[in-house]
């Protein structure tokens, strides 16, 4: 169990404010300034600073907040050793966002359940922001990401290069041929919602060529990828999708993909955990066995 003072100082790391802390601990905005200062004192740094209105963390602040952000998911993961050592069934939560936790993940997860015999699994769906909040918070052990994450706070590896695609309706008809992106914006872009890395791809790309999501005719946005699908499917808007998550609709030929001359991109997945963690070698034996194509299908056999 983390000390109390240092649960105060990652609440305070949370929402940058000793009033909000105070609120979310249930004690005393007293209380709170009395534990940073004993930090500060133990440490002999100062922790947070004052920039114009807003309050952030010094360089010995930032340090102190993902050393104790690692201790806090280790213990969390202890628990977990020490509760299989007493009988109960190794439970391994991870999260995954959309493509790789719809696609990918499922037809991997035999082979680490082969290896790790009575392991329960819980797997965690959601965008990019909401995995790195779980993860920081402890609820997850490590997640797989398709978003841009701050490297310099995490322990991370490539999970997978996937190539992003345009793809239409395949009943779709354009005024004119597109060539280009820039030809694309008379059209209603069907995307993911903020905060998901599909969305922030778009945006990054979008942004390289000086336009953005409002340069769309129409935009439409959905949470859920079999959604955007099924709309595009439909002829209600064109969208930016990984091919793996495509495939079985370009072969049917319920969609077809747009070739543009300025549009080659491929993108890195992530397989993320706690930094400096002392279960860093299990999580790397994890994203081995759940790397697609990793490991040979004889395992099953």
């Not at 955007?228 to 998550?245: M, N, P, T, V, W």
Request: aromatic fraction near 8%; glycine fraction near 6%; charge should be negative.
């Amino acid at each position: 169990m983390l000390d109390f003072r240092i649960e105060t100082f990652l609440t305070v790391c949370q929402c940058l404010n000793y009033t909000r802390a105070a609120e979310l601990l249930n004690i005393t905005q007293p209380a709170v300034s009395q534990h940073i200062r004993y930090l500060e004192e133990q440490y002999d740094t100062r922790l947070f600073r004052q920039k114009g209105k807003r309050m952030e963390l010094t360089e010995s602040g930032e340090m102190l907040k993902q050393t104790a952000l690692s201790m806090q998911h280790d213990l969390i993961h202890l628990k977990k050793e020490i509760a299989q050592e007493a009988g109960k069934r190794k439970k391994l939560c991870f999260g995954a966002t959309l493509t790789i936790g719809e696609h990918m993940v499922p037809e991997r997860l035999p082979y680490l359940m082969k290896c790790y015999p009575g392991l329960s699994v819980q797997l965690c769906v959601a965008n990019t922001t909401e995995l790195l909040q779980k993860l920081n918070q402890g609820e997850l052990e490590f997640v797989i990401v398709e978003g841009n994450f701050p490297k310099q706070e995490y322990e991370y590896e490539l999970y997978k290069q996937e190539t992003f695609i345009a793809v239409c309706s395949s009943q779709h008809v354009f005024d004119r041929t597109p060539d280009s992106l820039e030809r694309l914006l008379t059209e209603t872009l069907v995307i993911r919602e903020e905060g998901s890395g599909n969305r922030e791809i778009v945006e990054r790309i979008l942004q390289g060529r000086n336009m953005s999501l409002e340069d769309f005719a129409g935009c439409i946005e959905v949470n859920d990828i079999q959604s955007i699908k099924e709309l595009i499917r439909c002829d209600a808007g064109i969208g930016f999708l990984y091919r793996s998550a495509v495939q079985k609709e370009l072969l049917q030929g319920d969609l077809r993909e747009i070739s543009l001359s300025d549009f080659q991109v491929r993108h890195d997945m992530a397989f993320i955990w706690m930094k400096d963690s002392v279960f860093g070698d299990y999580y790397r034996e994890c994203a081995k066995l759940l790397k697609p194509q990793e490991r040979k299908k004889e395992l099953l056999a």
